[in-house]
């Protein structure tokens, strides 16, 4: 698998064939893969359904097929894309659990990912769930718009100096630390291995029985 620079592993087998097949789409990958793709003018082809042994009979002439999460990647899958021409599977996701590396390997397909995408995005969001249970936002949201003005039920407590637990530091759970952080929490994290530059911002790294 190339992690480094997937870009150039896609460049490296195009030069038979420029059509890319995307499978699982949705409205927004149409929109951000055509328009980067004015950089580059690929030939792409988009399917809505799940890549699979029934719905691989819809690539024709494609050097790559960029997938998702829930596109199934088997043997049997890889068997066929490899018949059809196919010499690179793009996964537009950072798990890879969803392709048989050993069946690609075997067929000679090359397998790339996406490394890491957006860890300050997943850390918000995660911080926006805290919020939303802590405060409960979503009832609020929905009373107000029925001219419920009242509080009953939706007190929440500050954030302020209370602990969260961070099971790994990794570029998602560094980022999350770092909100925690900013809101005056006490920060406790648990990775196999303590990060320093965490420790220097004030995280007290402990075992995982102490986490939870």
Known sequence: MDYENPQNTIMSALSSSNKIAFFSTQPYDKTFFNQYNDDFGFELEFFETQLNSQTVILIEKVTIVCVFVNDIV?????????????????????GFNNVDLEA????QLKVCRVPAYSPQAVAEHAMAMILTLNRKTHKAYNRVREQN??????????????????????????????????FGCKVLAYDVVA?????????????????F
């Open 149 to 182: 003005f009242s509080l009953n039920g939706l007190l929440g407590f500050d954030l302020f100096g209370k602990t969260i637990g961070i099971i790994g530091t990794g570029n998602i759970g560094k980022a999350f630390a770092k909100i925690a952080l900013g």
């Open 195 to 211: 990060n320093p530059e965490m420790e220097q911002l004030g995280v007290t790294f402990v075992s995982l029985e102490e986490v």
């Open 74 to 94: 088997n043997e049997a899958v890889i068997k066929q894309l490899a018949e059809k021409g196919v010499k690179i599977i793009a996964l537009r996701c950072a």
């Open 104 to 107: 690609a390997k075997k067929y």
